[in-house]
């Protein structure tokens, strides 16, 4: 069984650390989300009968998927799927209250000032350079935070939807959504 991503030490620099930040989420969506049929393939009983080379020679419609023994699919959810969920929410919540937290230690502050003042005192004649008016200050860090974490939750979204949906269909699963299942496995395994 694949093992649930564990949750890295966390730190305003790990979130600061963009590159790093995404790689722990491109890691462990790979490993759980993105080989979510190889990993509820691997929970099918083997066939007893051997392999056949005649199987592969077939023509046609492809059989359905094998259901997977509700206790296995079970077992897979609690000990891998859902923890490696709640790995990737808690990092993305701890960096988004990073990001809207005040940054005392932000390396440019000082110059993203001083390019506000100098703008302040710039003659700007639009009659000459129409492009002159234009002013594109730098964003703090917390800002270019902020905008990758509003884009890795759209990406965790569609990546939870789509494994759920192979899940619920391999699985037999009864719920609709995959915020429902990941609240009920929430109220019943995170101690309070």
């Not at 049929?37 to 005649?54: E, I, K, V, W, Y």
């Not at 023509?59 to 296995?72: C, F, T, V, Y």
Request: hydrophobic residues 35%; proline residues 8%; negative net charge.
């Amino acid at each position: 069984m694949a093992q649930p991503s564990s949750l890295p030490p966390l730190s305003p620099q790990f979130c600061f650390s963009t590159t790093t930040l995404r790689d722990f989420l491109r890691l462990s969506r790979g490993s759980i989300d993105d080989t979510i049929t190889q990993n509820l393939n691997a929970l099918a009983t083997p066939s007893r009968a051997g392999f056949d080379p005649t199987s592969t020679a077939r023509l046609g419609p492809r059989p359905a998927p094998r259901q997977i023994e509700a206790k296995s699919c079970q077992a897979f959810k609690d000990q891998v799927l859902f923890p490696s969920w709640q790995s990737r929410s808690d990092v993305l919540s701890y960096c988004t209250l990073v990001a809207t937290s005040p940054d005392p230690d932000d390396p440019e502050a000082a110059l993203r000032e001083a390019e506000k003042e100098k703008d302040q005192e710039r003659v700007v004649d639009e009659r000459l350079d129409p492009y002159s008016g234009r002013f594109f200050p730098r964003e703090a860090r917390t800002e270019q935070l902020a905008i990758i974490l509003r884009q890795e939750m759209g990406v965790e979204n569609i990546v939870r939807a789509r494994t759920w949906g192979i899940v619920k269909e391999r699985c037999g699963d009864a719920e609709n959504s995959w915020e429902d299942a990941l609240a009920r496995w929430r109220k019943l395994h995170m101690t309070s």
